[in-house]
Nanobody, 123 residues
Framework: VQLQASGGGLAQPGSSLSLSCAVS?????IAWFRQAPGKEREGISC????????YYKDSVKGRFTISRDNAKNTVYLQMNTLKSEDTAVYYC????????????????????WGQGTLVTVSS
């Protein structure tokens, strides 16, 4: 599986950005991770191909929305009400067998990774 993330950039606090992850190959779960400077990579959202169910980390719940377009083989992350603490490099990751549910996302569980895209939230 190959993944290509895009859509990062500079945004003001309170504004919105949308990230895209183009996927080639089969996956079941696709997640978005992020890594802020000096911090560990954290999983923030995930979507399952089979039933469209989703997972969100509490810090982004209600602000971020993950969605998929199976026809375009693309997964999106709509980020609203951005905060300075959302500044990070964002990565999409996929796995053919994983079903993401209510547990915290573990980077080691995902088989394939895209390159990161930088999101900077600053006034």
């Amino acid at each position: 599986v190959q993944l290509q993330a895009s859509g990062g950039g500079l945004a003001q606090p309170g504004s919105s950005l949308s990230l895209s992850c183009a996927v080639s190959g089969y996956y079941h779960a696709i997640a978005w991770f992020r890594q802020a400077p000096g911090k560990e990579r954290e999983g923030i959202s995930c979507i399952n191909r089979s039933d469209g169910s989703t997972y969100y980390k509490d810090s982004v719940k209600g602000r971020f929305t993950i969605s998929r377009d199976n026809a375009k083989n693309t997964v999106y992350l709509q980020m609203n009400t951005l905060k300075s603490e959302d500044t990070a490099v964002y990565y999409c990751a996929a796995d053919p067998d994983l079903y993401c549910a209510g547990d915290d996302l573990n980077a080691g569980d995902f088989h394939s990774w895209g390159q990161g895209t930088l999101v900077t939230v600053s006034s």
